[in-house]
T-cell receptor, first 111, second 115 residues
């Protein structure tokens, strides 16, 4: 079983729509959760972090965490073509240097 | 400019060559990491250094040899690599490794091709 699972996509949404990206993880002891955006040929860039159950909003981005369901999601409101990228979910346990990444979901925002 | 600089950006090497990847961070961080990113696979953690001490070796083959002379510099020495080692090698840094809220900042990576 993969430790962090994401649908590889591509997830295609029209410009202006809400894009919903999902991630599940296997380690119940996981404490911190991150979303990275990676444009083609570029390095991952941190866009959101979340540590407690509920929602966390930052501009057009909202991260949602449900530890009971071992589920974390990223919502992108008013999607723009410039949001087209691969979104990586990353999870860290409570006593580890390891940040475990999912394979990423490719998002395509159609003009 | 992310504050983490990697050189070279691209590297092509034969299986008998010896080469080194270099990473430098200008963020005042104390932890540095090497990750491997292969096509269609998750980022794989290779090594972690915290305050110049290696704290994680994720079962990496000995043909990859890391070196961390100080908290700002990290090297990955390569020798007798295999074609399956071709990948994007990413360096990252964080304030202090091992705390749960650590945020990683990545360099631009070295795209390695082993012929």
């Amino acid at each position: 079983q993969k430790e962090v699972e994401q649908n590889s996509g591509p997830l295609s949404v029209p410009e202006g729509a809400i894009a919903s990206l999902n991630c599940t993880y296997s380690d119940r002891g996981s404490q911190s959760f991150f979303w990275y955006r990676q444009y083609s040929g570029k390095s991952p860039e941190l866009i959101m972090s979340i540590y407690s159950n509920g929602d966390k909003e930052d501009g057009r981005f909202t991260a949602q965490l449900n530890k009971a369901s071992q589920y974390v999601s990223l919502l992108i409101r008013d999607s723009q073509p410039s949001d087209s990228a691969t979104y990586l979910c990353a999870v860290r346990g409570d006593s580890s240097y390891k940040l475990i990444f999912g394979s990423g979901t490719r998002l395509l925002v159609r003009p | 400019e992310t504050g983490v600089t990697q050189t070279p950006r691209h590297l092509v090497m034969g299986m008998t060559n010896k080469k080194s990847l270099k990473c430098e961070q200008h963020l005042g961080h104390n932890a540095m990491y090497w990750y491997k990113q292969s096509a269609k696979k998750p980022l794989e953690l290779m090594f972690v250094y915290n305050f110049k001490e290696q704290t994680e070796n994720n079962s990496v083959p000995s043909r990859f040899s890391p070196e961390c002379p100080n908290s700002s510099h990290l090297f990955l020495h390569l020798h007798t690599l295999q074609p399956e080692d071709s990948a994007l090698y990413l360096c990252a840094s964080s304030q202090e490794g091992g705390t749960t809220n650590e945020k990683l900042f990545f360099g631009s990576g070295t795209q390695l091709s082993v012929l």
